[in-house]
């Protein structure tokens, strides 16, 4: 349509932009090859902090059959870069398909294994948080003298550190992996019962009075007119939530003892990090996947829910 | 002949959506003279508000050319020589009333004193001197339009392009407004291009009406508003008044839906296009 | 106005001192699970006993929290002006961050003790500024971009430069969201900073203390300092909340009034 010739001042045109924008947003294609860039952009920036910074590399092996040796001192001496702190690439990468201990399985298998411990955990913290969410943001939605008097003590139970009150929980319920469902359940409630409440009462107003025109009770509006429309919203609050709840159960599992888990499996490798830092870099990892892969499941829900119309609260 | 002060020539304009290409104008020839008052009337879809748009450079067209002030719509644009009125009045939470109507002036680069004239000058024009200190949102809906219009008048514009500035309105208000928009109209001199559903509204302001037709957007019928200026309140009552509502009403009709214009009124319109 | 502020507190007054009571007369009645969860009075009396360390503790802590805020959000800020004109960069950077606070960041503290030192407020300070700068990103961008068509259009009338339109109408449009973000920011910084410290830091860390005294089965001392991080918590939202409601009040006030009749 119009050549982007960037005349003076005012002649790109915001307004314009605007209506172009919704035509002219960069293609799927586009963004992934910008977010891969960006990663790319990441590991670069490591390694070169490594090569003018960190310990000697000194590379002696072979790829695909040719010999590769590498020696270079780096011309500084910066703590964050060293191989303790900074691990390279390949050797996080590497460490994956090692053994985590003498004759034991790979880092992966292990990590994989752990994942599945910690996310069940976590998925049961976020049924049970997500239900009292809910339940709350009903009855907040219902009464706003409810609503006024607990919703700041809902917001003040996030400001206690959690993992103060891990412990006390972990004493009181003897069940491990329950307790630690518990903390995550904690972390979870909190989005949710937000979501809700910002969901059921997004309803149109004027819809509200069409249903109190037709004499609907109260259980009725709710689930004819509230929860349909809430939806969204909710569902933007588990996105949340799903996340919040595997940060809770690797933090519920640190003072657990559980030794199964991501949790333990970050103490074990913070424990014996000078023998082999690349194995708690891969444990991360592990754990930031965990989330996404928590996170897309509830997208992939959403979208089943809503016949593919997708998210429209972002 | 004057140079007209807006000359619309073979104009199309064709938006690509995710649903295909959707032809919002075609074909739209239209001058405007100094000092009119024209308004651009019809059905939702025909185009107008998009007619206005390309007017002002907001959009560019797909075919044709627009023309204001002898120039592109673009350079008229650069050179900031229309205001605009938009139906929502758009005015800034934290700024006052006369900060507001001063918006334009700091863009431009007008210092502080210049400014604070200029505000207050369209403000008494507007009749609303007394609320300068206040806010937004203290105000009313049409008390809001007004000082939409006067920060549209503030840098002295010689074209005026409103979008249905009072259909947010009640219809007492609009009414008030109306006669409030004669009034500014005369002292100021300026040639004024209004988009509106409103009939009566569209008659009784006017100069000269436009009545376009939906799908494609099309110019179906120019109606001359022959109305002895200035329109008062009698006007409402004479009876051309109520001859040229049915004359325009007849017109949307006619001309509602799909269906080619008339050939005689191709002829006139491609005659007005032409003359002007 | 005054007497509408004290009937919206009374809700939670009520609440909170309806609880405070219940806690203290039924657990003093049943006895049961003490040592866990202590009578308010004994908490209190904790605070009034141990009140020299906890300040210490609560300092610390309130340094790391304070400051990896103040970083975290500086530079997110300062990315989101950076990169709100160009869509491309916005449309990558956005999906990004949000994907990004997924992550526990969390898990990262054993390695910024490495890197920082375990005794250095600055490791804490590195995890709470990236848990709050990926929140204070994306809202900072939406505001910046999620502007009224309308007022676009209106700049565009003009001919306003992009510098002029970022002024007049992005960066106020924006200041809501960011003050929302910065909310929940707050919060955060305490969690972040406490949770950090439970990986190691020096003595006087509040995370420090309560985890030392757990061991030891001193719960009201440790409920005394869980109380105070919780307040920390509670003063930072409140100071963001008073200057929204200074910064904003025609948000506060309800929002625009448009064509609504008077």
């Known amino acids: ?314 | ?276 | 106005m005054t007497r509408g502020r004290l009937a919206d507190l009374a809700p939670v007054v009520a609440v909170f001192v309806i609880v405070i009571v219940a806690w203290e007369v039924v657990l003093g009645a049943l006895g049961v699970q003490q040592f866990l969860l202590p009578r308010p009075s004994v908490i209190a009396a904790s605070l009034v006993n141990e009140w020299g360390t906890l300040v210490e503790g609560l300092q610390y802590t309130t340094i790391e929290a304070i400051g990896g805020l103040a970083i975290g959000s500086v530079i997110a800020i300062a990315v989101a002006f950076a990169t709100a004109r160009w869509v491309l960069a916005r449309e990558t950077l956005v999906p990004v961050a949000i994907a990004a606070s997924s992550m526990p960041i969390i898990a990262f503290a054993p390695i910024t003790n490495n890197w920082f030192g375990t005794e250095s407020p600055v490791s804490r300070m590195t995890i709470v500024a990236v848990m709050v700068f990926f929140p204070i990103l994306v809202n900072t961008v939406r505001g910046l971009t999620t502007v009224d068509r309308g007022a676009l259009e209106l700049m565009d009338s003009y001919a306003a430069s992009e510098w002029q339109i970022l002024r007049q109408i992005r960066v106020p449009n924006a200041l809501p969201y960011i003050l929302t973000a910065f909310k929940v920011a707050t919060t955060l910084s305490v969690i972040g900073a406490v949770i950090g410290e439970y990986f190691g830091g020096p003595r006087q860390a509040l995370g420090i203390y309560i985890t030392g005294e757990a061991t030891l089965f001193r719960f009201a001392n440790a409920w005394a300092a869980i109380v105070l991080a919780c307040a920390l918590g509670i003063v930072l939202y409140l100071i963001v909340a008073g200057i929204e409601r200074l910064v904003l009040p025609w948000h506060a006030s309800g929002g625009r009034g448009e064509g609504g009749g008077r």
């Open chain 1, 1 to 314: 349509m119009t050549s982007a010739t960037t005349l003076a001042r005012g002649a790109s045109g915001s307004g314009r932009e605007a209506l172009a924008a919704v035509d002219n947003r960069p293609s799927r294609r586009t963004r992934a090859l910008a977010m891969l860039a960006l990663f790319g952009g990441v590991l670069v920036v490591w390694e070169l902090a490594k090569w003018l910074g960190g310990d000697p590399w000194r590379i002696h092996t072979s790829l695909f059959g040719l010999p590769i040796d590498y020696e270079h001192f780096p011309p500084f001496k910066w703590r964050i870069a060293t191989d303790l702190a900074l691990p390279h690439v390949w050797r996080i990468v590497g460490t994956f398909f090692e053994p985590a201990q003498r004759n034991g399985p790979p880092l992966a298998e292990v990590l994989f294994g752990n994942a599945v411990f910690t996310f069940g955990e976590a998925f049961a913290g976020f049924v049970m948080g997500a239900a009292l969410g809910l339940g709350l943001g009903i009855v907040f939605a219902q009464s706003r003298t409810a609503e006024r008097a607990f919703v700041p003590y809902v917001v003040a139970s996030q400001t206690v550190p959690i993992v103060a009150i891990a412990p006390l929980v972990v004493i009181f319920l003897p069940i491990g992996w329950l307790a630690v469902a518990v903390i995550a359940a904690y972390l979870t409630f909190f989005p949710v019962t937000m979501g809700a409440l910002r969901g059921l009462r997004s309803a149109d107003p004027r819809a509200v009075e069409l249903m109190r025109s037709y004499a609907a009770s109260r259980v009725e509006v709710l689930r004819k007119l509230s929860l349909p429309s809430a939806v969204p919203y909710l569902f933007a609050s588990f996105r949340i939530a799903a996340s919040a709840s595997v940060v809770g159960a690797i933090i519920g599992e640190l003072p657990s003892g559980i030794p199964y888990g991501l949790g333990s499996s970050i103490l074990n490798f913070k424990q014996y990090y000078v023998s082999g830092p690349e194995k708690l870099w891969a444990t991360i990892i592990a754990a930031a996947a965990l989330g996404l892969v928590f996170v897309g499941l509830v997208r992939l829900a959403e979208a089943l829910v809503r016949g593919g119309r997708g998210s429209l609260v972002r």
């Open chain 2, 1 to 276: 002949m004057t140079a007209a002060v807006v000359e619309i020539r073979g104009v199309s304009k064709t938006f690509t959506t995710g649903r295909g290409p959707i032809t919002a104008l075609e074909g739209i020839d239209l001058a405007i003279q100094p000092g009119e008052f024209v308004s651009l009337i019809g059905p939702s879809g025909c185009g107008k508000s998009t007619l206005l748009r390309l007017i002002g450079d907001l959009t560019p067209p797909t075919a044709g050319s627009v023309t204001v002030n002898g120039k592109p719509a673009r350079q008229a644009r650069l050179n900031r020589e229309y205001g605009m009125v938009f139906q929502a009045p758009v005015l800034m939470d934290w700024r006052t009333v006369q900060r507001n109507v001063e918006l334009p002036l700091e863009i431009m680069g007008a210092d502080k004193a210049e400014r604070a004239r200029r505000a207050s000058a369209m403000l008494d024009l507007v009749e609303l001197g007394e609320f300068a200190r206040a806010y937004p949102w203290q105000l009313s809906g049409g008390m809001q339009q007004r000082v939409a219009i006067a920060r549209a008048l503030a840098f002295d514009p010689k074209l005026l392009l409103m979008d249905e500035p009072f259909g947010a309105l009640d219809e007492m208000t609009r009414e008030r407004l109306n006669l409030e928009l004669m009034r500014v109209w005369r002292q100021t001199g300026t040639t004024i291009v209004f988009v509106t559903h409103s009939i009566p509204e569209a008659v009784f302001l006017s100069t000269r009406v436009v009545v376009m037709s939906a799908r494609p957007g099309r110019i179906s019928k120019i109606v001359d508003v022959d109305l002895p200026q200035p329109r008062t309140v009698q006007t409402r009552e004479l009876d051309r008044y109520f001859e040229h509502i049915t004359t325009v009403r007849e017109a949307l009709r006619r001309h509602e839906g799909a269906g080619p214009p008339d050939e005689r009124d191709l002829e006139a319109i491609r005659a007005e296009g032409v003359a002007g």
